[in-house]
Structure formats: structure tokens, C-alpha cells
């Protein structure tokens, strides 16, 4: 997405160790409140799921 999209820059509030509630998304997203997910693939791949998208995890963090 990174040619489609700017970064995005979001406020992050834990509501556990993986899920987050994610604001600051701008006019990108309609609702005040987004879900954002860290996770990973079954081959042991970092991953981040913005909403309902999946992306690769870039950042060590």
C-alpha cells in the first residue's frame, strides 16, 4: 500500500497486549475508532492487521 497510501499516523490505546484502538486515521477512515492488530502468520511472519487490511510488520516495535 505504501505506493497507494501516505503513512499513517495513529494514536494508539491498548486494550491488550496485541489489540489496539486506533484515532487519528484522517478523511482515510470514516469512523472515530479503528482496530488495529498485531499478530502473526502460521509460517511465524509479523503482521499487522488496520481495520479489516493485513500488512507486513516493518517496525521492530
Given at each position: 500500500?505504501?505506493?497507494?497510501?501516505?503513512?499513517?499516523?495513529?494514536?494508539?490505546?491498548?486494550?491488550?497486549?496485541?489489540?489496539?484502538?486506533?484515532?487519528?486515521?484522517?478523511?482515510?477512515?470514516?469512523?472515530?475508532?479503528?482496530?488495529?492488530v498485531?499478530?502473526?502468520?502460521?509460517?511465524?511472519?509479523?503482521?499487522?492487521?488496520?481495520?479489516?487490511?493485513?500488512?507486513?510488520?516493518?517496525?521492530?516495535?
Amino acid at each position: 500500500m505504501r505506493d497507494f497510501s501516505p503513512p499513517l499516523e495513529l494514536d494508539l490505546t491498548p486494550l491488550s497486549a496485541t489489540v489496539f484502538a486506533a484515532t487519528g486515521a484522517g478523511p482515510s477512515f470514516s469512523e472515530d475508532w479503528m482496530p488495529v492488530v498485531f499478530a502473526a502468520l502460521v509460517d511465524g511472519t509479523p503482521c499487522c492487521y488496520i481495520g479489516m487490511r493485513r500488512a507486513p510488520r516493518t517496525s521492530p516495535h
